[in-house]
């Protein structure tokens, strides 16, 4: 290819991109739309759920205070410590739930693997930013709120391209 | 042209600086590194005549993590999330070869479709990984274009892997036994979607980089790495096909379901700088037609992960097991003791490969050629220093 036809074709496919409409969006305003409310855990088939790996939330009323999420969590991020709880349960005779430190998580979700009483699972929250280290540290009173997200943007391929919209 | 030994001959000389006083003024010593040279933190020192290289020492280590020894502290799922921090880029196709490993140490049979979802994702990944790899490419080149294009195109890919594992770049999906969970609903023609979307990009890549005279002028002709050079030092991966040599583990050494996929395996025979940039750019062509093809084939309904034991142990044994990376040959050793935790782990990986041949390659080359020979070598520091 000539020198110059090679600078044609260059210019050429680069400028057909001041007409299609740009990729990127918004970000604080406009957010992405996921798919389901997060990453679940079938311990009966011993099968994952597809999600997003966010936040968690914990099921009060499940959890037993087995502490296998802690265990699971030992030697991958260390986030994980069971504290006492005010709460009464049938099934948590300790009454001892798990606390999670998001400054240490690394949102593999192998805790949700370990869970056998579908307690823990995790949820399409991803803002988990703080100015302090302490408020990166969820109560198992925190992790029981389910998150409000209101993500609509998606990608979309037309003939024109890709965007996001 | 010097041949390989006379090189290694030369560059050991300066580096011991047995030079005369009067020569070694001549030569100024540059260090480049340790912040960022463009893909982690790594130094390596020239010396220059001029405007030429006619000395380079790297010095690799400053990103060194520990993570064979780390290995021998936790149970073979806990290797899972640390392992692939090294190259967060390519996740799965490390997590790919550590699983495979695994599953020969303790006889584990994964399911057929978690074959087939398993080597999806670890293509899906590798698109992933030699988009980011060419949008740096680009920016070291001068090229901004080429920087965006890539950066945003990686976006379908992560979008696809956001889906399908839950997370956008560390994925931890790829575990022994198989894959962590079933694909989502219509994953497939999306899928599909993206991937014919893709193509189509590709074409535009070859317009406005590849075929462009600059970028040609630039690399062409540079820092050519023959093929008996290549053999020699043992590079790996895009490099090593560059350099004229078919060499593609899936194909060699076929694992899962790749013995069943009909591809070709991408080579160019000229060996320099825009052989080494071109062949990823082939290998992602290829990729999508890899894509397409499992699919097709994928059975529609079955199992996708074989249930272990909590805490799982196998026999006393090894086990080394590899797979194609972004970068080359990546390849894990399984020394087990019949406990849960592996006794030793030492992890092969294709950048430090290719790092070794840098030296020989910058030197003769203008100070001005070094992005273009350093970044083309597909070398990823935080990978090679484990």
Redesign the interface.
Same mark, same amino acid.
């Given at each position: 290819m000539s020198t110059a036809s090679g600078f044609i074709k260059a210019i050429e496919s680069g400028s057909k991109h001041l007409v299609i409409r740009r990729f990127t969006f918004r970000y604080p305003e406009q957010k992405l739309r996921f798919v389901g409310d997060g990453y679940q855990f079938d311990p009966k088939k011993g099968v994952g759920i597809a999600g997003y790996r966010g936040r968690h939330i914990l099921m009060h009323d499940k959890c037993t205070g087995c502490q296998l999420c802690a265990i699971a969590c030992e030697g991958i991020a260390e986030a994980i410590g069971m504290v006492k709880v005010d709460e009464n349960w049938k099934q948590n005779k300790k009454s001892i739930m798990p606390q999670i430190d998001y400054g240490k998580c690394v949102f593999c979700g192998l805790c949700v693997d370990a869970c056998p009483f579908y307690a823990l699972f995790m949820t399409n929250d991803y803002e988990l930013s703080s100015f302090t280290k302490e408020h990166l540290i969820y109560t198992p009173q925190q992790l029981e709120v389910k998150p409000k997200y209101d993500g609509s943007i998606e990608l979309i391929i037309t003939d024109r391209g890709a965007t996001h919209g | 042209m010097a041949t390989l030994e006379e090189k290694i001959e030369e560059t050991r000389r300066l580096g011991l600086q047995v030079v005369k006083e009067t020569e070694e003024d001549r030569l100024m010593t540059l260090s480049i590194g340790p912040q960022h040279p463009g893909s982690g933190h790594f130094r390596f020192t020239v010396k220059v005549d001029g405007d030429y290289i006619v000395y380079c020492d790297p010095d690799p280590g400053y990103v060194h993590r520990g993570e064979e020894k780390m290995c021998e502290?936790?149970?073979v799922?806990?290797n899972?999330?640390?392992l692939e921090r090294p190259v967060i880029h390519d996740s799965t196709n490390v997590t790919y070869s550590y699983s495979l490993a695994v599953e020969d140490l303790m006889g584990i049979q994964v399911p057929r479709r978690g074959q087939f979802i398993r080597a999806i994702a670890s293509e899906m990944n590798r698109q992933v990984y030699t988009l980011y790899w060419l949008a740096i490419y680009g920016i070291f080149l001068g090229h901004s +274009?080429m920087f965006m294009w890539p950066a #945003?195109?990686r976006? &379908?890919f992560i @979008?696809l892997l956001? =889906? &399908? +594992? #839950?997370?956008r770049v +560390?994925h931890?999906y790829n575990i022994p036994g198989g894959v =962590?969970?079933?694909?989502?609903e219509g994953f497939k023609q999306r899928c599909l979607?993206?991937i014919n979307?893709f193509e189509k990009r590709l074409k535009?890549y070859e @317009?406005?980089?590849y075929?462009?005279?600059l970028f =040609?002028q630039r690399t062409e002709g540079v820092a050519v790495l023959s093929k008996e050079d290549a053999v020699k030092l043992g590079v790996t991966g895009s490099v090593l096909r560059a350099s004229g040599v078919p060499y593609d583990i899936r194909k060699v050494e076929p694992y899962d379901v790749y013995n069943e996929i009909d591809f070709k395996v991408q080579y160019m025979k000229t060996g320099d700088s825009f052989a080494r940039s071109y062949v990823p750019f082939l290998d992602m062509k290829e990729s999508c037609h890899i894509m397409r093809q499992l699919l097709d084939k994928m059975p529609q309904s079955g199992?996708?992960?074989t249930?272990l034991q909590?805490n799982p142990k196998g026999p006393a044994g090894e086990a080394y097991r590899r797979v194609e990376s972004g970068r080359g040959a990546l390849g894990y050793h399984i020394v087990s003791d019949g406990t849960p935790k592996p006794y030793r782990v030492k992890i092969s990986v294709g950048s430090f490969r290719n790092m070794l041949a840098l030296p020989f390659l910058l030197v003769g080359n203008k100070l001005a050629d070094m992005p273009a020979v350093y970044w083309s070598l597909n070398y990823w520091p935080v990978e090679a220093d484990r």
């Open positions: - | 502290y936790r149970n799922i806990q899972i999330p640390h +274009t #945003g195109d976006e &379908l @979008d956001e =889906r &399908l +594992t #839950g997370a +560390t931890a =962590r969970n079933d694909m989502p979607d993206h979307y535009e @317009d406005i980089f075929n462009m005279p =040609r199992e996708v992960r249930k909590p």
